[in-house]
């Protein structure tokens, strides 16, 4: 039987979990997030999922959700939120709670985009459950830029007046070449569009 040569583990069919048009997500694999947005935009996934969300986040910072932000993707009583007390123990439990497999997405916020180890002990983890595989997700600041991710997408606030938009950016994938759209919600835990940003008119 072919193995994966990452996991290990027998190939199992994954259902890549679909947010809206091309911004897809594999599986039992982990994706990083950046830029200002990459919170809302890591609740967009929360939202085409069920079940309980596990968000690690550092405790030595005082920011934290807001519930009414929250409540514009998902349930806020889905979120099950970790403060961690170092930077390494957010990398611990996200690989733990992976490799449990006891919730279909696991979100850690992180002050800097960790190193090649790291990710491949996430992906691992993410591949190890016998069941249905989790999502994993990390947060960083600026444009991201954690090796051996399976996908990195920045997000930016793009509103308008009476216009819910964001420019949203496919920096690297595996599968896929770099593209930028327009994603847009007309109401909250409405479904979300994605329209390719208009190219910058170019003078002969």
Same mark, same amino acid.
């Given at each position: 039987?072919?193995?994966?040569?990452?996991?290990?583990?027998?190939?199992?069919?994954?259902?890549? /979990?679909?947010?809206?048009?091309?911004?897809?997500?594999?599986?039992?694999?982990?994706?990083?997030?950046?830029?200002? =947005?990459?919170?809302?935009? *890591?609740?967009?996934?929360?939202?085409? !999922? &069920?079940?309980?969300?596990?968000?690690?986040?550092?405790?030595?910072?005082?920011?934290?959700? /807001?519930?009414?932000?929250?409540?514009?993707?998902?349930?806020?009583?889905?979120? !099950?939120?970790? +403060? *961690?007390?170092?930077?390494?123990?957010?990398?611990?439990?996200?690989?733990?709670?992976?490799?449990?497999?006891?919730? #279909?997405?696991?979100?850690?916020?992180?002050?800097?985009?960790?190193?090649?180890?790291?990710?491949?002990?996430?992906?691992?983890?993410?591949?190890?459950?016998?069941?249905?595989?989790? !999502?994993?997700?990390?947060?960083?600041?600026?444009?991201?830029?954690?090796?051996?991710?399976?996908?990195?997408?920045?997000?930016?606030?793009?509103?308008?007046?009476?216009?819910? +938009?964001?420019?949203?950016? +496919?920096?690297? =994938?595996?599968?896929? #070449?770099?593209? &930028?759209?327009?994603?847009?919600?007309?109401?909250?835990?409405?479904?979300?569009?994605?329209?390719?940003?208009?190219?910058?008119?170019?003078?002969?």
């Amino acid at each position: 039987m072919p193995r994966d040569t990452l996991s290990h583990m027998p190939h199992r069919p994954r259902r890549p /979990c679909a947010v809206a048009g091309e911004f897809t997500l594999a599986r039992g694999r982990v994706h990083e997030f950046c830029g200002a =947005a990459r919170r809302t935009l *890591a609740l967009a996934v929360a939202g085409q !999922l &069920s079940g309980p969300v596990l968000w690690i986040t550092p405790g030595w910072q005082a920011s934290a959700l /807001c519930g009414e932000g929250v409540s514009r993707w998902i349930d806020p009583g889905r979120l !099950l939120v970790v +403060r *961690a007390g170092r930077a390494m123990e957010e990398l611990w439990c996200m690989e733990e709670a992976l490799r449990a497999g006891a919730v #279909p997405l696991v979100v850690a916020e992180l002050e800097a985009s960790p190193g090649m180890v790291p990710v491949r002990r996430l992906h691992l983890a993410a591949g190890a459950p016998e069941g249905p595989p989790p !999502l994993g997700l990390i947060l960083t600041p600026g444009t991201g830029g954690a090796p051996g991710i399976e996908s990195r997408w920045q997000a930016e606030p793009d509103h308008g007046a009476g216009v819910t +938009r964001w420019q949203l950016r +496919r920096l690297r =994938a595996r599968m896929a #070449p770099p593209a &930028s759209w327009h994603l847009t919600q007309s109401a909250p835990r409405t479904d979300l569009a994605l329209a390719p940003l208009p190219q910058p008119e170019t003078t002969p």
